[in-house]
């Protein structure tokens, strides 16, 4: 079956502008997962969805940066007010639990001019 | 809270020579333990994965690993080097809350497998 997916695979943004990055886990995953990858800072957690459970929101570096997932399947990360420093690979996981195994998708590469 | 550290942030073989990409984790209680590998512009893969069950733990395309607890290691070996191996490697640990709580990747810094012809 089809992997996670995620779009847009390129983004160069403006500093100061919204963007918003897409995810869509795998089909019957329960639980999905944001991360950022960047030079200075290695892979980094950020947000964990689990069903219909309150957010693990414990990774968002500051709160210019939200995520929803709708209906339990796609999922959204805004970051608002994009900074030169926001500038990274955001990746998306999802598992059919929380124990399991997480597979991830190509990622999203982010530029903040 | 659980870390790992990758000791080599480059390694470089020969193709048919062995391979050895160095972890070692740090845990208040059995951790489990992951090796990811993330190819150019490709997503990161699963290789093999330590839940305390054997401490030798075979993975995808001939790599394995073996958790030492008393070494607190968890090193990644592969008898012999492709070209097709060139890529990042990272260690991983889940750092779960609890028992029922959810398990976020701790990833290290990677390293860097250069392979030669």
């Known amino acids: 079956g089809a992997g996670v997916s995620q779009s847009p695979s390129n983004k160069v943004t403006e500093k100061g502008k919204d963007v918003e990055l897409r995810c869509d886990p795998i089909?019957?995953?329960?639980?999905l997962y944001w991360y950022r990858q960047s030079l200075g800072q290695g892979l980094e957690f950020l947000i964990y969805?689990?069903?219909?459970?309150?957010?693990?929101k414990s990774g968002l570096p500051s709160d210019r940066f939200s995520a929803e997932r709708t209906g339990g399947s796609v999922s959204t990360l805004t970051i608002q007010r994009t900074q030169q420093e926001d500038s990274a690979v955001y990746l998306c996981?999802?598992?059919?639990?929380?124990?399991?195994?997480?597979?991830f998708g190509p990622g999203t590469r982010l530029t903040v001019l | 809270a659980q870390s790992v550290t990758q000791l080599d942030s480059h390694v470089s073989v020969s193709e048919g020579t062995p391979v050895l990409l160095r972890c070692n984790y740090s845990?208040?209680?059995?951790?489990?333990l992951f090796w990811y590998v993330q190819h150019p512009n490709k997503g990161l893969q699963l290789l093999l994965k330590?839940?305390?069950?054997?401490?030798l733990v075979k993975g995808i395309n001939g790599f394995e690993a073996e958790f030492k607890k008393s070494e607190t290691s968890f090193h990644l070996t592969k008898p012999s080097a492709h070209m097709s191996d060139a890529a990042e490697y990272f260690c991983?640990?889940?750092?779960?809350?609890?028992?029922?709580?959810?398990?976020?990747?701790?990833f290290g810094t990677g390293t860097r497998l250069l392979v030669s012809p």
């Open positions: 996981a999802s598992s059919s639990s929380w124990a399991n195994e997480q597979f």
């Open positions: 330590y839940t305390s069950a054997a401490t």
């Open positions: 991983v640990v889940s750092d779960r809350k609890g028992n029922t709580g959810f398990q976020k990747l701790v």
């Open positions: 969805f689990q069903g219909n459970s309150a957010p693990d």
């Open positions: 089909s019957g995953h329960t639980a």
């Open positions: 845990s208040s209680y059995s951790p489990s």
